[in-house]
T-cell receptor
């Protein structure tokens, strides 16, 4: 069965510092992978997605993620965090067809001034 | 941009009431989804629909039903609300692109409190 693990429930970084949020997935074939961000009281916004090809994908707001098949990982990175990046981040895996996405439990990011 | 609109952002209902949560999307997407989100549990799929009048159970359908009479509208129904259904409810829509992937677009959410 597919699953997504986000090992870190809560991360605090200083503004301007680099960020890496971890995501590990379990799926037999090449998955479709996503990162979503949720600001307080809001819905989820798509940050970036990986379907195939280049394993380093760029997203909105200066985020990027790297697909590593050997590690079953899809970690999200940002070189310099801004206070407005404080939010909850969700990694998800999908199989295509009409099926839904399987989400991790999320990582809450706090940013110190 | 695709817009998914959930008409009620905040609702307070009493135990035993019938509750309707409405979701409308404006981009002719085939697929629509209802998730509930609870702290520490992430998003869990309640129901989804891949066509008008079609529905599929997700991971936690108990206590819920859905209706999709028109392509753009997907309603979540709580026949008799209970306190354990207090949660954030998220609607999403998607289409199956040429890549074969299903990319979901979410609404802003409906926060339901059952007293």
């Amino acid at each position: 069965a597919q699953s997504v693990t986000q090992p870190d429930i809560h991360i605090t970084v200083s503004e301007g510092a680099s960020l890496e949020l971890r995501c590990n997935y379990s799926y037999g074939a090449t998955p479709y992978l996503f990162w979503y961000v949720q600001s307080p009281g809001q819905g989820l916004q798509l940050l970036l997605k990986y379907f195939s090809g280049d394993t380093l994908v760029q997203g909105i707001k200066g985020f990027e993620a790297e697909f590593k098949r050997s590690q079953s990982s899809f970690n999200l990175r940002k070189p310099s965090v801004h206070w407005s990046d404080a939010a909850e981040y969700f990694c998800a895996v999908g199989t295509g067809s009409q099926g839904n996405l399987i989400f991790g439990k999320g990582t809450k990011l706090s940013v110190k001034p | 941009d695709v817009k998914v609109t959930q008409s009620s952002r905040y609702l307070v209902k009493r135990t035993g009431e019938k509750v309707f949560l409405e979701c409308v999307q404006d981009m002719d997407h085939e697929n629509m989804f209802w998730y509930r989100q609870d702290p520490g549990l992430g998003l869990r799929l309640i129901y989804f629909s891949y066509d008008v009048k079609m529905k599929e159970k997700g991971d936690i359908p108990e206590g819920y039903s859905v209706s999709r009479e028109k392509k753009e509208r997907f309603s979540l129904i709580l026949e008799s609300a209970s306190t354990n259904q207090t949660s954030m409810y998220l609607c999403a829509s998607s289409f199956l692109g040429n890549s074969g992937a299903n990319v979901l677009t979410f609404g802003a959410g409906s926060r339901l409190t059952v007293l």
